[in-house]
């Protein structure tokens, strides 16, 4: 038997774009932490992270005291294959072995892009992208994002 399709789940379906593994959201994008969100119903029921609410709708809910993490490194992506629980200290643990942990607000484009400019005034980059200089150089020669 075939599972019926909520109607909040058909609206969420509305705002992703499958690729070969991710999907990708293509809804609303915080711009402050790079993660994209969606509205759960009403004005009143607010909004949360796209991906905890794919996690939710297809695996069930997220343990106390954890956070849903992204396998793929992609916070634009809700498969729920590639979504997990886990700790604070796990997620920060996942950032500073990706090389992202001081510059999380920032998504893979931008992170391309900074490296595409390399030889720009760093003040002026990271004035533009949120990001101190030495952040700027340390994603332009490698340090940081290493996986990108």
């Not at 709708?57 to 590639?82: A, F, L, S, T, Y």
């Amino acid at each position: 038997m075939v599972r019926k399709q909520t109607p909040m789940e058909g609206r969420f379906l509305n705002h992703i774009e499958k690729t070969d593994s991710c999907w990708l959201w293509t809804g609303a994008i915080n711009k402050k932490n790079g993660y994209g969100y969606f509205g759960l119903g009403t004005r009143a029921d607010g909004t949360d992270a796209a991906h905890k609410v794919a996690y939710q709708m297809w695996n069930g809910d997220i343990p106390e005291g954890h956070q849903v993490r992204h396998k793929c490194k992609n916070r634009h992506c809700v498969n729920p294959e590639h979504l997990e629980s886990g700790t604070a200290r796990e997620n920060a643990l996942d950032r500073h072995r990706d090389g992202t942990m001081y510059q999380t607000h920032l998504v893979a484009e931008q992170v391309l892009e900074i490296r595409r400019r390399k030889g720009e005034n760093l003040r002026l980059l990271g004035e533009e992208f949120g990001v101190g200089k030495s952040g700027i150089w340390l994603i332009q020669n490698g340090y940081t994002w290493k996986h990108i």
